[in-house]
């Protein structure tokens, strides 16, 4: 028990620091990553609804790769993908091989992955507005900006807020795939301490409890601003 | 091309791992997720609330931990243990591919037994009352009326929770088990191609993810409906 505290502990060789700062790491890969998938997710949303015929199909088909294909697979395809196109984008203009790796790569495969299902969630909550609600707003003399701003994103606001805290809660836990292309988040750093300390279940159940901690926290957080955001809604 | 005809036995054993990882994962899971659910709705505490936090764990963390705790964690105590090298559990408890079942089934458990819930909540009560009154026993009553109802409201969740279910199996790569995307792995590492491998497998995977949307389409269909 002793020596277990003193393997997560701070001082002494211990690995607290190098977990706490995996964890930073993964926080930091969800949160850019989240942004990203709200992006892509966005216009993926807006090309379904509203692009043209060729738009709307290159928006399904990358919904349906992205969720039929394991993310697993995906990320050591955008990974490797990525990777040797921007090296033969370099080398075109004359510059020596690069390693493509860590944060920027992190986020922006995982964002690729959650863009996806954010679409779907997008195009639901856009949706869930009635056309009639616009058209009021626009009765009462409100420009389109207004309208924005004052009917449609209160009114799909809880619908879409619902999906993305499963789509946040999903992304903490889909980070831990980034640990297989070695960028050093939680995960990758638990594999190392328990490869060099040999205490494999120690340092694995306590990433476990971490990413425990973080999902338990930040759904208890999401459901509070939900229930803020549903405050219009007649109670049922 | 001619490299994946080369691999394609490979190729051929991986998605039979692969699909003996679904089909697994899917039984036992499902099996275990109607017990999950049922504990969940117990009346007693001290069933109710260790099927929950059951839930709330697995669904809170990354299945990739969980199998590395299985695999690395429990695997490396298994193997601590006197006399197992020798005994007939042994082949198993090497094989990663047991551990990756294991967390399929208690993943699936927990994700299908919190689907399964919500399905016996949503059940009419009057039809209970009306099994009771028909002097079913409970269990009869659970047997013949609330599972049967609830699972056929849950029907399109199903083919859903399959298709997540096939993309998990995918996690048992990083165990060193040759499921499709290992076998993928596997040809990548011998011949540095890359795309050539990941893009044929990602593509079986599209295929399969398809076939199991037809099958719990025509699955539907038997489904009674009151017209």
Redo the contacts between chains.
Sequence with gaps: MNQAIQLLGFENGGWGNALWQGTLVTLEISIGAFFVGMLLGLLTALAKLHGNPFIQSIAKGYTTVCRAVPELLLILLFFYGGSSLINAVFDYLGYGYVEVAGLPVAIAVLGLVQGAYASEIFRGSILAVHSGQAEAGAAYGMSPRKIFFRVTLPIMAPYALAGLSNLWVNLIKDSALISVIGTNELLYVAKQAGGSTREYLLFFVAVAVIYYLITLISSYMLRKLEIYLRRWQPPH | MDVLIEYSDLIYEGLQITLALLLIGLVFGFISAIGVALARLSKFRIIAYPAFLFT??IR???????I??YY???G??FSQAPGIRTSFLWPYLRDGFWYVAFALIISTAAYLGEVIRGGLLAVPKGEVEAARAFGMTETKALLRVRLPRALYQLAPTLAGET?LL??????A??IAVVDL?GA??QIRSITFE??KP??L??II??IA??IIELVFAQLEKRIPVKR
Excluded: D, E, W
Aim: proline letters at 3%.
């Design positions: 709330s764990v809170g963390t990354p299945l990739l931990v969980q590395y705790i690395y964690g429990l490396t105590l298709v096939l993309k998990s199996t995918a996690l790569s990083t995307l993928a792995n890359i795309y990941l893009l497998v990602a995977y599209i993810t398809y």
